[in-house]
């Protein structure tokens, strides 16, 4: 079945880079997607990559992306308090549509 | 960019009254949205796809009979909450799919469900 996992939590003081992991299991997933949910709020979709491609980036994001080993990593550079959230991996199972898989979310806590 | 609109987005009620969250596309027409649940600290959970002018469809494991999705039009999905227990307090929120297949899903601001 498709399976999306995260580690709960990551630390990181202020200007440093946060790595975010998350591993998959469905390989026929075509999209992989980075959301951020900020406290009581909806959730924003921040960057998203298509299952050829090995890497994206876009600002302060990187997303690195290993179909191999069905593994997909967000990687913020100088990281700031505003990018304390939670953040979830997701996938678009073949023909899902938009209909999505998510990870558990990794809370990352960024402190000065 | 699209925008989905949803509403209320807290809401209080008492065991076994009924609630309805509403879910709108505001400048796009959605044939198909989507209505996640979300328990605190965890991830969120597909409940069930909606489909404009016809049954939605719905995950294994949820009730039907207990959460009534109508999508009677293409901008209007909603969810009501029947008999509500302790147990469905959660964060309901709904999303409807970009333009073209496998794109950017956009989602509403979430509803804070709580039953007392």
């Known amino acids: 079945g498709e399976d999306v996992e995260q580690s709960l939590f990551l630390s990181v003081r202020e200007g440093d880079s946060s790595v975010i992991n998350c591993t998959y299991t469905d390989s026929s997933s075509t999209y992989l997607y980075w959301y951020k949910q900020e406290p009581g709020a909806g959730l924003q979709l921040l960057t998203y990559i298509f299952s050829n491609m090995d890497m994206k980036q876009d600002q302060r994001l990187t997303v690195l992306l290993n179909k191999k080993d069905k593994h997909l990593s967000l990687r913020i550079a100088d990281t700031q308090t505003g990018d304390s959230a939670i953040y979830f991996c997701?996938?678009?199972?073949?023909?899902?549509?938009?209909?999505?898989?998510f990870g558990a979310g990794t809370r990352l806590a960024v402190h000065p | 960019g699209a925008v989905v609109s949803q509403h209320p987005s807290r809401v209080i009620c008492k065991s076994g009254t009924s609630v309805k969250i509403e879910c709108r596309s505001l400048?796009?027409?959605?044939?198909?949205m989507f209505w996640y649940r979300q328990f605190p600290k965890q991830s969120l959970m597909l409940m069930a796809t909606?489909?404009?002018?016809?049954?939605?469809?719905?995950e294994q494991g949820v009730e039907k009979d207990k959460f009534l999705i109508n999508h009677a039009s293409l901008t209007l999905s909603t969810l009501t909450v029947t008999s509500a227990h302790p147990e469905d307090s959660s964060f309901y929120i709904c999303?409807?799919?970009?333009?073209?297949?496998?794109?950017?899903?956009?989602f509403g601001q979430g509803t804070r469900l709580t039953v007392v």
């Open positions: 909606s489909n404009e002018g016809s049954k939605a469809t719905y």
């Open positions: 999303s409807a799919p970009g333009r073209g297949r496998n794109t950017e899903a956009f």
């Open positions: 997701a996938e678009t199972p073949l023909g899902g549509y938009n209909k999505l898989i």
């Open positions: 400048d796009f027409q959605a044939t198909t």
